[in-house]
């Protein structure tokens, strides 16, 4: 395998952090960017929403691809802080779009399953081109502002022959994702446990779960059979499709706390009741082959949260 010099934005979110030690892992010389002030090693600080910091960045190095996932994320974060929403994921892939009709480098652009809306079928990669507006109403700016991106990616591949793959992630989950109250249903509920805090679980609705470093995997072999303009939905096996109450009982009883702290209700508002996803495609090109179950991940997840926030047996 060739080594490529690449660049993780977002490289010390949780998806970042996991993928550029995977990227590592294979040998690949890897720079993290994000806004976090550190020392460490092979990292940039620049913030999305400058243009004028992403071209230093360029001026100074030069990278056979980016992996962009540098995003605002969630969906009441994106209502509540839309302006961060917009200017980050909305004009700062703009940023990047713009740096690479200059630069020419291949791009891996991380959207969203979000981007299916409301979408009542099974959830393949052509139900965004072949489908009406009608059918993929997306309830959120979060969602929007990842289509948003992902049509942009299309234009400038059209107006100006650039090469970039988007990705789809579905509800991954793992270590180095700590609590925020904007994050997805499996660190809210293991922190809530842990700190034996209540929380709410909604009847119904279901949801397939993928463990980051199995998502990774995936994400990194697109360097190895990287087909410009394709998209790809990255997630857990389809037989993982469970209720999200059913990952509520795993995560308490890996805790080890009864569901007394949980308030049961019918329906969450503005979100789809059931993702029902096609991982084919991610299967055939990438070699996609989630290994780690959600009762594992789950376990994983809770101990990496444990020594996180500090908590003794």
Request: charge should be negative; aromatic fraction near 14%; include cysteine.
């Amino acid at each position: 395998m060739e080594t490529q010099r690449i660049l993780v934005t977002g490289g010390t979110g949780f998806i970042g952090t996991n993928l550029v030690n995977e990227l590592r892992s294979r040998g690949h010389e890897v720079v993290a960017l994000d806004l976090l002030n550190t020392d460490r090693e092979n990292y940039i600080r620049a913030d999305m929403r400058s243009c004028r910091q992403l071209e230093r960045v360029f001026d100074r190095s030069t990278f056979d691809y980016v992996y962009h996932l540098a995003a605002e994320y969630g969906r009441w974060n994106g209502e509540d802080y839309y302006e961060n929403l917009w200017q980050t994921n909305v004009i700062g892939t703009k940023h990047m779009l713009r740096l690479q009709e200059k630069l020419k480098f291949r791009m891996i652009f991380f959207s969203s399953a979000e981007v299916y809306g409301d979408y009542h079928g099974i959830m393949s990669e052509d139900v965004m081109a072949n489908n009406p507006i009608r059918d993929t109403y997306q309830m959120n700016d979060y969602a929007i502002s990842k289509w948003a991106g992902e049509l942009m990616c299309l234009n400038s591949a059209a107006m100006f022959g650039t090469e970039t793959v988007r990705v789809r992630p579905v509800n991954c989950y793992g270590p180095h994702e700590h609590y925020n109250p904007y994050r997805g249903f499996i660190p809210k509920f293991i922190y809530h446990a842990l700190f034996n805090k209540p929380y709410t679980v909604f009847a119904g609705h279901k949801r397939i779960i993928d463990y980051v470093e199995d998502s990774c995997r995936t994400w990194a072999n697109i360097v190895d059979n990287f087909i410009p303009g394709e998209v790809y939905n990255v997630g857990g096996r389809p037989d993982w499709e469970r209720e999200i109450k059913d990952y509520s009982d795993l995560i308490l009883k890996a805790v080890g706390r009864n569901d007394s702290l949980v308030t049961y209700e019918e329906v969450e508002p503005f979100t789809t009741k059931v993702k029902t996803m096609d991982f084919t495609k991610a299967v055939r090109d990438l070699r996609h082959d989630p290994k780690v179950p959600p009762e594992e991940g789950v376990r994983r997840t809770v101990e990496w949260m444990k020594w996180y926030y500090r908590i003794e047996e």
